[in-house]
């Protein structure tokens, strides 16, 4: 069985711990007096301590350093009755796993000490039937995707069922979902995967370039062509060529791909021969096509040839079960890059990118954590060390009402309102409750009333 210490010279708020975290199944040992849990500490070891900041004779961060210094693998939570980032830093250099506000609910307190007993491997991550049927759950992630997420689970499935067929496939998602990465999964899938994989941009290249670049060119064709020279078509033959961002092709090169998609073949430019190949045509893209294809600014036939099997990958703000994991690997892997000893997050810096929508998606986080790991001079991110942008031009137009002829809901209208002003005190506050009631002026009931009916994570 777990076993923990609580630590707190408030007798109330220390029963409150024992009895809370005896109902979750763990072995609870507490004191309220510090230098009687250092000499427990001696003779018994503790897969988990929780103690509080304040406390007489000697203080949290003082009875930190001499656990650390008895056990320096002893898994530490701080509780504090105001977060500084101050006191955050010191705990954390100290090596403190994390800390937690008091006033905080009883899932958040629940939520970090589940979190610290994971990472030292105590209890598992609930693992559903369907991730290990589809191999998912093996660290979560499949060909070098992260997820749990249930649309994400699908995809990976879909992944392995249409790798070795021969139809064309459409991946539709918002910039920076993992395009490309889905397209690279299914070639790795495939028969094909020990052929090469060729990836273009086709929003990236001038149009002037794109067509040589596709379909190659003799010599002699224009100026600047000295040599033979052939297209990633020819390139990618006997495997996989992906095109990315398939919307932004002009209607002359839609029409030459067209002829590609039909016959098999390229014509370089300049050249009389028709080139047979043997590619599978991946296509992706964030524009909406059918609408394209309604207003004559991308040919009919094409999408229908493109969009054999649409693929559509969820934007990241609708998979946020999967936010934890992503930001886990992203520290390993910029910890690893930057030399770092961070291993962590802490709830606080955790909970403000649970509550931000990400536009810019997995290629957003990732660059927030990579800034962040870069930027921390402690062990673990904290909220000082993210960069959000406010969007502030997305909550203005949120907050541009249009009213139609059959009128709106007010309360509804309302609701939308309150939400958004929560989210930015929350954001302002770095994810302290206690200080957004205050920044909101309402009672810290009334705030966590509010954010249980608005839905505010």
Excluded: W
């Amino acid at each position: 069985m777990v076993k923990i210490l609580v630590v707190d010279d408030d007798q109330g708020m220390r029963e409150f711990m024992e009895i809370m975290l005896v109902n979750e199944g763990y072995d609870v040992t507490s004191t309220g007096e510090p230098l009687k849990a250092i000499e427990i500490c001696r003779k018994t070891e503790f897969d988990l301590i929780i103690t509080d900041l304040k406390m007489p004779k000697i203080n949290g961060i003082e009875f930190l350093k001499v656990i650390k210094d008895q056990r320096p693998d002893a898994m530490v939570i701080l509780i504090t009755a105001y977060a500084s980032g101050e006191t955050a830093i010191n705990a954390m250099k100290e090596g403190a796993y994390d800390y937690v506000e008091k006033g905080q609910s009883i899932e958040e307190l629940k939520k970090v000490v589940r979190s610290a007993l994971q990472k030292k491997g105590l209890i598992e991550n609930h693992v559903s039937e369907e991730q290990v049927k589809t191999g998912a759950a093996a660290g979560n992630s499949f060909c070098g995707m992260i997820g749990t997420n249930r649309e994400m689970i699908k995809i990976f499935a879909t992944i392995k069922k249409v790798s070795d067929t021969l139809a064309n496939i459409l991946i539709l998602g918002e910039s920076g979902t993992g395009k490309e990465l889905v397209a690279r999964a299914i070639h790795e899938n495939s028969s094909r995967s020990k052929m090469p994989f060729v990836a273009i941009n086709s929003g990236g290249i001038p149009e002037n370039l794109l067509e040589s670049e596709l379909f190659g060119y003799m010599k002699g064709s224009f100026t600047g062509a000295y040599a033979d020279r052939p297209g990633f078509f020819e390139m990618a033959r006997g495997g996989t060529i992906f095109l990315d961002e398939i919307g932004e092709l002009s209607p002359v090169l839609q029409v030459k791909l067209l002829r590609v998609v039909q016959e098999k073949t390229v014509r370089r430019i300049g050249g009389a021969e028709d080139i047979k190949i043997d590619v599978r045509i991946i296509s992706a893209t964030n524009q909406n096509l059918q609408e394209r294809v309604k207003t004559g600014e991308f040919r009919e036939d094409l999408y229908y040839r493109l969009n054999v099997i649409p693929v559509f990958i969820p934007p990241l703000r609708e998979r946020r079960e999967d936010i934890p994991l992503l930001i886990d690997n992203f520290i390993r892997k910029y910890a690893r890059l930057f030399g770092k000893e961070i291993r962590n997050i802490s709830s606080y810096a955790m909970e403000l990118l649970m509550n931000y929508n990400f536009p810019g998606n997995i290629r957003e986080l990732e660059n927030i954590i990579e800034r962040s790991v870069a930027m921390e001079s402690s062990n673990i991110i904290l909220p000082e060390s993210l960069t959000l942008y406010s969007n502030a031009s997305d909550g203005a137009s949120k907050f541009d009402i249009e009213i139609n002829d059959k009128g709106i809901d007010l309360n509804t209208e309302l609701e939308k309102i309150e939400k958004i002003v929560i989210e930015k005190a929350l954001q302002k506050a770095k994810g302290s409750k206690k200080r957004t009631a205050e920044l909101l002026n309402i009672s810290f009931d009334s705030l966590r009333y509010r954010m249980e009916k608005l839905g505010v994570e």
